[in-house]
């Protein structure tokens, strides 16, 4: 599977020391240079700027209210042919999905791991949580860990 993967599901998968699920949940992890350059910024956290060690294009009609690295990656993610392309921002989805890009968010790695018995759900949620990661209700929280509950059962 290749997954083309934006900013912000890295960035928070490396905080709460979860990025390893990438390369076990997808064959082909791909990040777009405006992607690396935003993870690499001085402001980012250290843990995450020392995670990124080290081609993509834009489309010129994607919408300037979307980050450098959203269009990138959308664009990369539509030229590759990309399985589904990682991201959480709403717009961005929006705009994959009106592209016919499938998405996959943050919560949705987490839950798929958590179903393989890779990590602990809620533990990884209580560790979002300390971030600034922005989380949904409490509800869809709640009936993520119940599916996730089921699922294990």
Known sequence: MI???D???IHYLVLIDEADILERLFAHVIIPQ???EELRRDETPQS???????PSSELPELSRALGKGE??????????????LLLDDKRAKNEARRRNVP???????LAAAAERGWLDLPDAIDRLRETSFYLPSEEIIEGLLERA???ID
């Open 3 to 5: 997954v083309v993967a």
């Open 7 to 9: 900013t912000t599901p």
């Open 34 to 36: 405006a992607v690396l």
């Open 48 to 54: 995450v700027r020392d995670w990124v060690d080290s």
């Open 71 to 84: 269009r990138q990656a959308i664009a990369l993610a539509i030229e590759l042919h990309a399985d589904a």
């Open 103 to 109: 998405v996959i968010t943050l919560l949705n790695t």
């Open 149 to 151: 509950r089921q699922s």
